[in-house]
């Protein structure tokens, strides 16, 4: 995607008076998508299980034979480790033996991986190498009881995890993303932020707060409403239920450098950019800097905002002042949404909210229920659940 395109959509956002002619009047969103137990199964098995997800950073395995626990899949118990050549790797921490953890420690650095209950040892590479007592397991084939291993991939010093043998590249399923965060120099970033709390509403309704600007100006209105003009927003679908939201600086231009591409970091310097890497995670983005926000479902009304900030390095010692100062205020930020967000899910459940009417500004949400459908298969919801399937045209043409 090209910063003069971006910015031609800003300014066309600007100065519209009315909702693009063509853009189809979307019909309400069923409220059950937010309480329905049975709608909330369905996306645990066909959302999250089979999706790629964002479990850590390069930097929580600094050499060979570390290791951190990834707890956050829906109680499935990972294990991620750097194998002895230097690989990253994710396996099920679960012994083969009888199903003790291997380790339980959240992270650490040792020798072998040594099962806590009866000492079955394996090797970073999920081999078993060693039983106690072995000649009381006679016909035990050791190469047949390694450690169960996951889909494990890393992208630009992210470490991703699938439990999908049959998932696509992960490069593959982030399409336009992958490029985009390369040129936010991502590579070069070091975790620098870590937040997590369980929050008393649905995902969807958690994450549906940072997929839109259209609220900054009530919810906001001393922080990000001042810092943002929300109605010179750029918004691109992306396959794959993926998008991009691109919100000029207040009193801002938008100008392109010569070489007029995203290379010249152009739009990373002149606006706000989030991406949705669907189904789960959020991304806002500043030069040098970027959140990455995780919503991790706990339950129909309940679910835990996970978020690992990335930034340059800088050296020994702790994080700089004005650093800090910029945690700090992401923070106040964070906590305007969060504080409004088991309030709605109170009145999702009230019995007086029959579903969600979205505008024009609200189209990522809406592109998000569509993938959602599609991830599940429409012909096994109930009809009264299902959202129509209309922004398919509007996907953004590979540039």
Not at 63 to 76: A, C, H, N, Q, T
Not at 294 to 314: A, H, K, L, S
Request: proline residues 7%; glycine residues 8%; charged residues 25%.
């Amino acid at each position: 995607m090209k910063a003069e395109t971006i910015f031609s959509q800003i300014r066309y956002e600007e100065s519209r008076d009315d909702a693009p002619p063509g853009f189809p009047s979307l019909p309400e969103v069923p409220g059950g998508r937010y309480t329905d137990p049975a709608f909330f199964a369905l996306e645990v098995e066909r959302v999250f299980r089979p999706a790629w997800h964002l479990a850590g950073h390069v930097a929580d395995l600094p050499e060979p034979r570390s290791y951190f626990i990834f707890d956050k899949l829906l109680g499935k118990p990972i294990l991620v480790v750097r194998d002895r050549e230097g690989e990253v790797r994710a396996f099920y921490n679960t012994c083969r033996h009888r199903g003790a953890p291997i380790v339980k420690d959240a992270a650490g650095r040792c020798n072998l991986l040594r099962c806590q209950y009866h000492s079955w040892a394996y090797d970073f590479d999920g081999r078993l190498l060693s039983v106690p007592d072995a000649h009381d397991f006679p016909g035990l084939d050791k190469a047949d009881r390694g450690l169960i291993q996951l889909r494990c991939e890393t992208f630009e010093g992210l470490i991703f995890v699938n439990e999908d043998p049959k998932a696509i590249p992960l490069v593959e399923w982030l399409g336009p993303l992958a490029e985009e965060w390369r040129t936010a120099d991502l590579r070069a970033l070091v975790p620098d932020y870590r937040w997590s709390r369980v929050i008393g509403c649905n995902w969807k309704c958690a994450l549906d707060a940072f997929q839109e600007v259209y609220h900054i100006k009530t919810l906001h209105p001393t922080t990000v409403g001042a810092a943002l003009d929300h109605h010179a927003t750029a918004i691109s679908l992306l396959p794959n239920g993926h998008s991009r939201m691109c919100v000029r600086y207040a009193h801002g231009d938008c100008e392109t450098r010569p070489d007029g591409g995203w290379s010249d970091r152009s739009v990373y310097e002149q606006t706000s950019v989030a991406h949705t890497m669907w189904p789960a995670l959020n991304v806002p983005w500043r030069i040098g800097s970027g959140k990455f926000m995780m919503f991790w479902p706990r339950g129909v009304d309940q679910c835990e905002v996970q978020i690992i900030g990335v930034g340059m390095p800088w050296g020994e010692g702790p994080l700089p002042a004005a650093r800090q100062a910029g945690n700090d205020q992401f923070d106040s930020i964070l906590m305007e949404d969060v504080e409004n967000l088991e309030a709605i899910q109170a009145s999702l459940e009230s019995g007086a909210f029959t579903g969600m009417i979205l505008g024009y500004q609200e189209r990522r949400l809406y592109w998000s229920h569509e993938q959602i459908d599609r991830a599940i298969g429409i012909d096994r919801l109930e009809k009264d659940l299902r959202v129509e399937q209309l922004l398919s045209p509007l996907v953004e043409s590979p540039a």
